[in-house]
């Protein structure tokens, strides 16, 4: 039975907000610790030619970037497709399904940050979550326990309607940029020095130029698949030792009616190394499809990992055990995505409550040469998101201005 907000405490109101990811939504606002990324580049051009290493939201923006500034670009993207981490599919329901970054956590005129350029409009739609919207988490006793949304940060978040993240790129950014990718090219040595650099992929191609942005995942680099000539520095190393990359794992489960709220937030989530969330997937799409997301990363994205096919059990046992059965009775279809698998991701990103000295050093370049950009290089007080990595793109580019 749905016991009422209305007693909630504030010590509890605070333990929802501490939740992990309810923390990344409100904490992915940017600016809390007190450094917002700084704002459009401006003029200037940036000479010579630039690699740039991942087709991800990192990789697209600042290969746009560099190619409005007149920079000879290229791009060197290890998969088949453009994305990396914001693939979604259009083969499950009526509307994309966001396999990856889903979410538009900040406003709007980050979509105008990125394209910059004040001739292109950007037409995308987003829908926020309304205050009044419904929210429950589970408590101890098993009880669910319904709260505003608007009380837990949520209404500031929005999701786009009939589109995604990689639609939204591949609109607005990959047009320009799309002869300027090499696909199939894993990129697993970088000699740098003052001539420039040189990358050797996993065919034992070289490709040469001015200057590098690395954009492959933190956990990329973690794992040693590509190798630096001269190597890392020590600190740099010593830095992605103390980093911790959350597992990642994603499921969308398709009913025949809608037994469940906008949000859900199980007892156990946040309570050990990860978080774990169900959401109405459907919410603000033109869609009859009842479609339920599984967000989990971290320690509880790793149970449903360990399960492989199974997974779907556990989710719908998890679900019946709430609703009675529900779940199962209602059980129509569902797809996952475990990030862990994808041998360029490697798993989800930088822990919500990372500190962020760690991304700043990340993001640090070395020697003017080697630049670095992504969710999880950033020079500001943001990170693990798609619109931090687009800035931090945008803080690499403005670092070869200067």
Not at 314 to 343: K, M, R
Request: hydrophobic fraction near 45%; glycine fraction near 12%; charge should be negative.
């Amino acid at each position: 039975m749905m016991a009422a907000a209305a007693g909630i405490s504030r010590r509890r109101m605070l333990q929802l907000a501490g939740l992990g990811l309810l923390s990344s939504f409100v904490a992915a606002c940017g600016g809390l610790l007190g450094r917002e990324p700084d704002g459009p580049l401006g003029e200037g051009s940036v000479q010579g030619s630039v690699i740039v290493v991942g087709a991800g939201p990192a990789g697209m923006t600042a290969a746009h970037l560099l190619r409005q500034r007149g920079a000879d670009v290229r791009v060197l993207e290890a998969l088949s497709v453009a994305g990396g981490r914001i693939a979604h599919t259009r083969d499950f329901v009526d509307f994309p399904i966001s396999l990856g970054g889903e979410w538009l956590h900040v406003e709007r005129r980050v979509l105008d940050d990125i394209v910059a350029d004040e001739s292109v409009r950007i037409e995308t739609v987003t829908v926020g979550y309304q205050e009044d919207g419904e929210f429950a988490m589970v408590d101890e006793e098993g009880e669910l326990v319904a709260v505003s949304l608007g009380d837990v940060g949520f209404d500031i978040d929005q999701k786009f309607v009939g589109s995604s993240w990689l639609d939204f790129f591949e609109t607005y950014v990959l047009p320009g940029i799309s002869p300027l990718i090499t696909f199939d090219t894993a990129i697993e040595r970088i000699e740098h020095g003052e001539e420039g650099v040189r990358l050797t992929d996993t065919n034992g191609d070289v490709h040469e130029a001015d200057r590098v942005v690395v954009t492959v995942p933190v956990a990329i680099l973690q794992q040693g698949l590509v190798e630096f000539d001269p190597p890392l520095s020590d600190g740099r190393l010593d830095t992605l030792d103390d980093a911790t990359v959350w597992s990642g794992f994603k499921a969308f489960v398709e009913f025949d009616h809608r037994f469940y709220p906008t949000l859900l937030v199980p007892a156990d989530s946040g309570a050990g190394g990860g978080q774990r969330l169900f959401y109405d997937a459907a919410h603000g799409q033109e869609s009859d499809a009842n479609v339920l997301g599984v967000f989990s990363v971290g320690e509880e994205a790793e149970r449903y990992q360990a399960a492989g096919d199974g997974a779907i059990d556990l989710i719908l046992a998890e679900l019946d055990e709430i609703y009675d059965g529900a779940a199962s009775e209602a059980y129509a279809q569902h797809i996952t995505q475990n990030w862990n698998e994808q041998p360029w991701a490697r798993g989800a990103y930088l822990t919500d409550g990372e500190d962020f000295r760690i991304t700043r050093r990340l993001a640090e370049p070395i020697d003017d040469v080697v630049y670095f950009a992504g969710d999880g290089y950033t020079a500001f007080d943001d990170w693990s998101s798609v619109h931090a990595a687009a800035w931090s793109a945008r803080e690499a580019v403005r670092a070869m201005l200067a």
